[in-house]
């Protein structure tokens, strides 16, 4: 019976995860730059996808959903006011990229922006607003 009680705590606390994740999608303003996140916001932030557009190139974490060029995201923080980012093009391997973005809400708006840098692609100021 205590297994049971086990594997079944097990299923409900993997369910509530699953329930936890969400997406955040941040853009410059002429579009030529997007970045999208698959997270988990359980305790923690955690990263579950991304895909990063530059142009005409793409980078992705999982290739069963987007073409691209492998890309992980390295470690990631995210509070009440700050997201933070940084991304690696292999595991274990450098900082290619980082997402530094600040919120605020006033009344029910939300607003978040910030600053996106990719190695020998540049640096871009984002509008990370869009949430999911």
Partial sequence: ???VLAVISLLLASANAAFASGD???RSADDNLSVSLLVSRS???TILRTVISIGDETWSSD???QAGTP???GQAYENDGMLLVDFIGEAA???V???KAFSSEDGGDYVSGGVFTFKGKGAF???CSERG
Avoid: N, Q, W, Y
């Fill in 1 to 3: 019976m205590k297994k």
């Fill in 24 to 26: 955040i999608f941040c």
């Fill in 43 to 45: 305790d923690t932030l």
């Fill in 63 to 65: 290739s069963s959903v």
């Fill in 71 to 73: 890309i992980h995201s």
């Fill in 93 to 95: 391997g450098p900082i």
């Fill in 97 to 99: 990229a980082r997402l």
């Fill in 125 to 127: 100021v984002v509008d």
